[in-house]
């Protein structure tokens, strides 16, 4: 079982990373206040990953792995301004 357990959380994290694509309309605002994480955050948690096993990736290339193309123009189409109520619930949780 061991060896099909990183099988398992592969597959689970290519397919939570879908989901995430699926729902661009979900900003990583809302992600944050609900969950306490982002698409930002597991970014740079698979880098960290990654460097854990010797590996170099960048963050842009843990980004864009993340979000299916590079941030700068997943957030020119999808991100949209943050209200005020969900800034205000972001600084009330740090």
Not at 5 to 11: G, R
Not at 34 to 53: D, P, Q
Request: with cysteine.
């Amino acid at each position: 079982m061991p060896e099909q357990t990183t099988e398992i959380q592969a597959a689970v994290f290519r397919r939570l990373v879908a989901h995430l694509d699926e729902h661009k309309d979900v900003q990583n605002i809302d992600l944050m206040n609900l969950a306490g994480f982002c698409r930002n955050c597991l970014s740079k948690w698979y880098r960290a990953a990654a460097e854990e096993l010797g590996l170099e990736i960048d963050y842009e290339q843990a980004r864009e792995l993340v979000y299916g193309m590079p941030y700068e123009d997943w957030k020119a189409q999808h991100q949209q301004e943050a209200s005020s109520e969900q800034l205000e619930t972001f600084d009330k949780q740090r």
